[in-house]
C-alpha cells in the first residue's frame, strides 16, 4: 500500500472530479447533436413525435448540463490548486487550448439560453433548429479543445526544454501534437456514441415497461441507428489509437496488452490472469491480432514491455480496462447491428424482450466504456503526467489539505450525483409522454 | 501597448463582466430568498427566474473564463494561488457547484422546493465574500513563501480589518447591483408592484455600498500604502465613480429612466474597478508577480490575444442577439411568450 502522500492523493480527487465530471461532460456533448437531429427530422416530416422527442430530451438535458458546468468549474480550477506547479510549466506551452475552449463553452451557454426558451417564438420553425447549431458546434468544439490538451500530456511538443527552462514555444505544434488526431476524434465519437445508446436504453426501458406505440418505435429507431453509425466510427477510430500508441508510446500499448517481449507477427491477449511468475494463463490468444492492432499488418514487429525500464512503465491492470472497453464496443456494433437486421427484415421483430432488455444494458454499459477508458489511458500514461518530460509526483501541490477536501468533494459529488437523478426520474414521472403527445393530438 | 498589458486588460475586462452578471444573479438570489420568507414571492419572483433562467449558464463561463485565461497568461499565478489556495478555493468552488445545480433543479426540474430556495439565497451571499479574497490576498501579507512552498496565512486573514471590509464591500455592491438592475427589469416589464419592491431594495442598499467603499479606503491605506498611494494618483477615476452612483441612485429616487440608471451603476463599477485595477499595477499578486515575472512566453501571449480578438467576433453577435430576446424583448420581458 502506498503511502497517502499528497501527490497520491491529488490524483485520487483529480480521478474522482474527472470521473464524475466525464459522465456529463460525455452526454453534454454527444446529446445536443441527437436533439437536433431529431427537431430536424421533426420538421423535414412534419412529424410532432420527433419535435416532442426533441423538446423532452432537451428538458433532461438542461439537468445534466448543470451539473456538467458545475463540475467542469471545479474540475477547471482543480487543475491549478492540485497541480500548481504542472500547471505552471504546462500552461506556457498547452494554454491556447484551453482558453479556447471556454470559447467554445461560451458559444454553446448562450446558444442554449436562447435555444431553452424560444421554442414557439419564430414563424419559420427551421430558425429554432437553427440556433441548435451553434449549441452542437459548441460541445463538439470545447471536446475537442480539452482533447489536445490531454493528447499534449501524452506526446508533449512544440517547445524545448533547455536548463529547466521551457523555450522556443510553438502554441499550434503543441495544440496539433501526434497523439491529437486520434484522440480528439476518440473522444468525440464515443461521446456520441455513448449518448445515443443511454438515450435508446432510457426508450427501451420504456417500452418494456408500457408496451411499444409509434412515438417509443420512432425514438428508438433513431437512436439505434446513429448508435449504429457511432459504434462503428469509434471502433474504426480506436484501432487508429491502437496504432498511435505503439508508435508513440509503445510502453503504454505493451502493458494494456502484457506483450512482455518484442516479437514479429504478435498474439493479442484477452483476459488471463498473470500467475506469480509473471505468465499469462487462462487469457484467450488471438493470433497476431495484436500485430494488425499496432501495425495493421499480422507479421509486425510490437516492442515489448522488456525494453522499458520497470520504473517507467505502468501498472498492469489497465490491460482489463482496455478489454472491457474493447469488449463493450464490440458488442454495441453486435447490438445495433443485430437491431437494425431484425428491423428490415420482414419476419423480424425489434421489439423482443431480449433484445429491449440487452438495449437498456448498452446505455449503462457505453458509460462504462468511457470510464474504463479514460483510466486505461490516463493510469497507462504513468509515471508521468507530460510524458517523458515531467513526473506526475512532481506536478503535485504541496498541501496536506488533499485529503480533506478530497472527503468534501466526495459528499458534493455524491448529494448532486443523487439529486440529479432524483429530479430527473420526477421530471418524466410526473409528466409522461403519453399525455403530452395525446394534449399536441388535440390540438 | 505591451501585449502584457494587452493581457491584463483583457482579463480584467472579463472580471469586470463577471462582476457585474453574477453580481446581479447573486443578489436576485438572496432577494428571491427574502421574498420568500416575507410572503412576497408571488409579486418578484416571477420577474427574477424570467431573467436568470436563460443565462446562468453564461454568467458561470464569465467566471471560467477568467481563471483559464489568467492561467494562460500569467501562468505563474497557478503556482502562487494554486498552492496557498486549496482550501479556500475548493469550499468557494463546493459553494459554486451547489448553487448552479440547485438552481437548475429546482428551476427546471421539480416545482419549488424550500431548501433549494435558501440554498441558493444564502450561497449568493457567501459565494461573493469568498470569491472577494482572492483579490485581498492579491495585496500582499497573506502568501509567505518558505523554504520553497507557500503558506497561505489564515489566521492573518481572518484578522485584518482590510480583509472585512472588502467581504462587506462585496456583499452590499451585490445586492446594490442587483437591485439596481431588478429595478430596470421590472420596469421593462411594466411590473408596477415588483417595481414597488425592488426599488426600496435598490435605495436601502445605496449608503451601505459607499460606506463599504470609504471604509476599504481607509482599510487598505493601512494596509497596503503604496497601492493607496497610487490610487490617490488615479483619484479622479474614484471620483467620476461617485459622481455616477449618485446619478443612477437619484434617477432611481425620482423613479425615472430605469435603463439610464443601470447604465450608471455600470459606470460607476467600471471606474472604480479599474482605478483599482491599473493602481495594482505592475503587481498581480504583491509582491511575488508582476506583469513582467508572472508573463507567459512572447509567443503564448501573442496566440491568445489573437485567440480572443477572433473569440471576440463570435461572442459578441451572440451576446447581442441574447439580450436582444431576453432583456430588450419587451414581450419576454413582460412574460407574454410562453417558454
Ligand atoms: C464508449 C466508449 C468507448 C468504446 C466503445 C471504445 N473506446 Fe477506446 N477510448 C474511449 C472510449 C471508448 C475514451 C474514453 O474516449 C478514451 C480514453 C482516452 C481517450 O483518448 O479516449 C479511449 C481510449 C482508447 C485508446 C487509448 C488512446 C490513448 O491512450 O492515447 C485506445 C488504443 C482505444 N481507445 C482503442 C479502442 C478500440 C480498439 C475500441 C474497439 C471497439 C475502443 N477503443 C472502443
Ligand atoms: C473528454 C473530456 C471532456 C469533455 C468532453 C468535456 C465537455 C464538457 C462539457 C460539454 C461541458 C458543459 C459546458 C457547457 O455546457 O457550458 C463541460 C464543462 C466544463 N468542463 Fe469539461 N469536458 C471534458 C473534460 C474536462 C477537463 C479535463 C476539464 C479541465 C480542464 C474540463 C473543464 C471544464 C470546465 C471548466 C467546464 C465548465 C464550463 C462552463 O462553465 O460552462 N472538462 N465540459
Ligand atoms: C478529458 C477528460 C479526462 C479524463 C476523463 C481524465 C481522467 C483521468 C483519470 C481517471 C485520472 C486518474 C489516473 C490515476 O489515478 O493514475 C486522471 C489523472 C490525471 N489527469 Fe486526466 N483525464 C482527462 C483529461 C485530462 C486533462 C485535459 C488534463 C490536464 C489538462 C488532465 C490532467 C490529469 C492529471 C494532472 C492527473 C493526475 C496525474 C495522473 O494520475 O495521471 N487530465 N485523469
New interface residues.
Partial sequence: MPELDSAILSRLLTSLTLGFHIIFATLGVGVPLLISGAEWIGIRRKDDHYRLLARRWTRGFVVTVAVGVVTGTCIGLQLSLLWPSFMEVAGQVIGLPLFLETFAFFFEAIFLGIYLYTWDRFKNPYFHWLISVPVVIGSTLSAFFISTVNAFMNAPKGFKLENGKIIEIQPLIAMFNPATPTKATHVISSAYLTSAFVLAAITAFMILKKGNNEYYKKALHFTMVSGFVFAISTAIIGDFSGKYLAEYQPEKLAAAEWHFETEEGADLIVGGILDENGEVKYALRMPNFLSILAHGNPNAEVIGLEEFPAEETAPLFIHYLFDLMVGIGMFLVALSAQYLWSYKRKKGNPYSKYLLMLIVASGPLAMLAIEFGWIFSEVGRQPWILWHVMETTDGATTSEHVGSMFLLFFGLYVVLGWICTAVLLKMFRGNPAETEFEEMDQR | MEIQLIGITVLWIFLYGYLIVASIDFGAGFFAYYGKITKQDHIINSIISRYL???W??T??F???F???L???F??T??????A???P???A??L???R??????GN???KESNVYTFLYGATGLLIPASLSTALTISEGGFISEEEG?VVFLVKELFTSFYSWSVVFLAIVSVLYISAMFLCFYADKAKDWPALEIVRKFALFWSPPTILASFLVFLALRAHNLEHFNNMLDYSYMFILSFICFNIAVWLVYRNKRYGTAFIFVMLQFFFAFFGYGVSHLPYILYPYITLETGF??E??GI??VI??IA?LF??IP??I??MR??LFDAN?VQGN???
Avoid at chain 2, 497557478?78 to 498552492?83: H, I, R, V
Avoid at chain 2, 448552479?100 to 433543479?105: E, I, P, R, V
Wanted: without cysteine; neutral net charge.
Fill in positions: 433562467s436563460p443565462v449558464e453564461v458561470n463561463v467566471f471560467v473564463f481563471f483559464v485565461g492561467v494562460g497568461f501562468p505563474s497557478a503556482y502562487y494561488y494554486g498552492t489556495l486549496l482550501v478555493g475548493s469550499i468552488l463546493v459554486l457547484a451547489i448552479g445545480s440547485f438552481y437548475a433543479f427546471y426540474g421539480v512552498t507567459t512566453n509567443t503564448m496566440a491568445l485567440a480572443f473569440g463570435l461572442l451572440s451576446l442577439l441574447l430576446m431576453f419576454y411568450r410562453e417558454k
